[in-house]
């Protein structure tokens, strides 16, 4: 095929020849941006239907659709400048330094990264939801945090414990839910009592089984 078409480029006049030096390589690259701005497309359509299929939330698809589309712009600008003239080697060499420099940020932030993949293990596999009651374990027999479930973004979920001027939040990492035990009450169904005050609701309601007369 190659050779057909050198055959039939060497009888065309010397001037056509000069534009098709520009104009083949010009359609290539047409064609590249084209097909990733189509491919774009195809995982922009598919991310919107997996959203709307397991509910998930925009602030887990913003960073997701945006990684998409620059490693389709990366991969484009490849192509584009292999078309352009530049050597596979430099390309090459280009590719290799960025993704030793990638690997190295990617083990520098791998405490930020876990937080962000064990929310989204949380947002699809919902071990608890918002308005949930949960109390993070260290074991099964130690009392943890305590709280009702009230944000679940891509780096903290935020448990509200206690009520009134008692009232505090917590922000507890996602990737150390994943390793700890964690006791839930769906829909909210224990009261989110302070784990300062355990002690004294226990000891008040020891007493007033004391104080009661027997008949």
């Known amino acids: 095929m190659i050779e057909l078409i050198r055959h039939y480029r060497s009888r065309l006049p010397a001037w056509v020849q000069d534009w098709l030096d520009i104009i ?7 064609l590249i941006v084209l097909a990733a701005w189509a491919i774009n497309g195809v995982f922009k359509h598919a991310l919107r239907r997996l959203e709307q299929h397991y509910g998930l939330p925009p602030k887990l ?3 997701l659709r945006g990684v998409v589309r620059w ?6 600008a490849l192509l584009v400048l292999g078309r352009l003239g530049v050597s596979g080697e430099v390309l090459w060499t280009a590719f290799t330094g960025f993704a030793a420099v990638g690997a190295v940020a990617f083990f520098a932030a791998w405490s930020v990264l876990s937080n962000l993949f064990c929310a989204l293990l949380i947002m699809t596999v919902q071990p608890f939801r918002l308005d949930d009651d949960i109390e ?6 130690k009392p943890g945090a305590k709280g009702r479930v009230k944000d679940i973004n891509l780096l903290y979920t935020t448990l509200e414990e206690g ?3 008692q009232r505090r939040l ?3 990492p996602n990737a150390l ?3 700890r035990v964690v006791r839930r009450w769906p829909g909210g169904g224990a009261a989110a009592v302070p784990p ?3 002690p004294e609701a226990a000891s008040a309601a020891a007493g007033a089984a004391l104080e009661t007369p027997v008949p």
């Open 24 to 30: 083949v390589p010009g359609a290539q690259i047409a």
């Open 61 to 63: 698809m913003i960073p």
């Open 71 to 76: 490693i389709i712009i990366v991969a484009a």
């Open 136 to 141: 993070v374990l260290d074991s099964a027999e």
């Open 163 to 165: 009520a009134g001027e």
């Open 170 to 172: 917590l922000q507890i």
């Open 177 to 179: 839910i994943f390793q």
């Open 196 to 198: 300062s005050t355990q």
